[in-house]
Every structure is written in C-alpha cells, then in structure tokens.
C-alpha cells in the first residue's frame, strides 16, 4: 500500500489527437524527464530518495540512462534510481511497493509515445494490489537485437490471454483498463473508460491521473498481453501537472546520409553534468558566471575553486541561424539560437526544438527543456533545446 500524492504527464507535440511520435530530438530519456519534472513542480527535488524508470524503450541497455535522468530532473547523484524493462503492470507494481519520496516514471517512445511520473508522498489517494495474474502469451516479441515480430492474432489475445486472465482475477470491473487499445479496454472497465493515448508503461499514470481530474476511486487495471495488474485506488487528492501541448505534424525535414560526428568520451565525461544539470560556475572572487565551468575566470584571471549555480530554463533569443545544407546525420533544415538565460549574462547555443526550423526571431521568449542532442557511435548525447513560448503548453495543474 502506497500513497499517490502528485502525477505528471507529457506528450510529444508531434502526431495526431490519438497517438503521438517522438521527434528527431526526443527519446524514451527525454519524456521520463519531462513527466518528471511535471510531477515534482515547484516543490523542492530533494524530497525524492528513489526513482524508479519503466520502460520497454531504454535508448540504452547496458548502463547511462539513470545519470542522464537524474541530471535532468535536478536530482542527486546519489539518489537511488532503477530501471526496469516493462509495461503497465510494472509501473502499478513499482507504485504500489513504493515508500514515500518515491518517483516511478513510466515512459514510451515506440508506438505512441507518451511519460508518466507519479510521486509517492503523504497527504494523498492510497493504492493496494488487490489481483495479479502473470501469464504468457507472447503476440507482440522483440530479441535483444531489436528484431520485433507480431503474431498478428487480436482475437487470441483477447480470448485466450487478457480474457482467460480476468477470469482469474475474479472477473474484476475496473473504471480504467492500462495497457489495451481503446476497445478491448471499454469491454472490461465499468461505465465509459477515460481515453489513454498511449499502451505501454505509461498508460497506467495517464489512466490514475485521468481519474483523479473525475475525483473518482476505484479499481484499475494494467494490462501487458495476458499479464494482469489489479489496483484500489482509493479517494484522496492528487494534483495533476500536464506537459501535452497540442498534436501538430512533423516538420518536413530531410537526414543527411554520411556519418554523425564521433565520440570523445573524455569530452563527453567533462561536460556531462554542466551541461545536462545546466550548471555555471562561479568565480571565487569575482563572482562572474562561466558556462561551462572553467579553470580560470574569464573576467578577472582567478584560479580560485569554483561555486557551481544552477542557471535559469528561461531566456530570450540573442540571435539565430537556419541550417539547410545537408549535414551528415543530422536532418535539415534546423535552426540553432542563442539564448540569453534570465538576467545572468551567460549565453547559450541551442537547436530550436518543438517548432518548425525558421519560425522563431531575435527577442523572442522562450524555455530550455532536456533533448537529445545526438547519437554518436551509438551514444546518445542529451543537452537542451529552445522551446518558444508561443508553442508552449505550461504545465496545468489540477487539484483533484
């Protein structure tokens, strides 16, 4: 039994008002972190001692997500992190086990694409396990090689798997089903299930925060093929944050063929949390800001040690270029700005990020959110991008 007391969501603002995709700039990383930091809002990230990630879309399999993750949330370094390979039923799993000051991140970049965050903490709506049926029924594969295959049986699926499952459970009646399409869902939940955009890991945050702007409580239900989660979502409050800004197409764009820059992985080590945490340093004398951090102050020639200060995520731009020569590994045209940050003086170089290449100018306001800024013999590299503020959702925030 655990106790939900925040819920963050983001989507991508590319597809449609039914499925999302992920942009050149955006992977499974990037929308753990924006839910996330749409679940912590403005209280103070030091409160959370535990982050678990689920996902079946980890951009990495053998180690380098949880630092990027805790970089861009703000968090610790030593802060316990977790991943683990799954869908919905992992994610209610994980909530329901959780100790206060626990974030669990649900997060899809395949298919429909779409994060969740919710935040264990007191003050808000309790959930128990009350059912789980685990199950085999392995329709949908994919190897440790990325090869998928699909036994393209969606009555089997149903019949023999999610069916046969909830007869298990006791034939259960859930107002909200996580991880089934639309239809099957409505065929197992009580009244009219809330519409989920997504399936995978993070349909089940969606589904809790869905019922939370309803004020209703109730049993839900996560699904992955025929392995079923069921939960008591109890009354409570539970403030809802959105990060979904409207679904718009794609720009048209065009990848470069040739090969992307290669990786210096000393470089990379140096300028890991500058610039993921978006960290200046600060002279010891002066008090200058550097960005990145150096050595020597650039303005008075100190050697002192250095205080790193965290820099504002919103600035306005300085200037800006578009890019429509072809360039290997990237896909054009792009436009590149460089954004003054508050009122500190440091400057920063961005791509133009949410938005279509050219539409931004010199003045215009806007925020740095955390993007992947490429992948380089397979490494991704994550920095930030300029999101305007004229196609910037903020985060609403529901008490329910």
Sequence with gaps: MSTISRIGTALPPWGTATARQVGDDEDAVTLAVAAGLAAIGDTDPNVINQVVVVSRDFPLLEGGNSAAILAGLGLREDVRISETIGGSPAVLDAVAGAVHTTLVIGTDAAGSAGAS???????????????????????????????????????????????????RLGTPTPLVAAGLAAREAAAVCTGTPPPLLTVGASAIGFAIAALADQGAAGQVLAAEQATLVLAELGAGSITVARDEPSARPRPDGKLAPGSSVSVSLSAYERAFDPKLRLEAGKCGSCGELSYPPRHRCIECGSEKPTLLVPLPRHGVVYSLA???????GLISPYTVVIVELGDTG???????????????????????????????????????GFLPDSTFTQNKEVAA
């Design 117 to 167: 965050a919710i935040v264990c903490g007191a003050g808000g709506a309790p959930l128990g396990i009350t059912g789980r049926v685990t199950r085999s029924m392995p329709v949908v594969t994919r190897d440790a090689n990325g090869n998928s295959s699909d036994y393209a049986d969606p009555r089997l699926l149903r019949e023999r798997g999610v069916n046969e499952s909830l007869s």
């Design 322 to 328: 578009t890019i429509r020569v072809p360039v290997p």
């Design 346 to 384: 440091v400057r920063t170089l961005v791509r133009l990020t949410g938005a279509t290449p050219g539409s931004v100018k010199i003045d215009d306001t806007g925020s740095l959110v955390f993007r992947l800024v490429a992948v380089r013999q397979g490494v991704p590299d994550y920095g930030y």
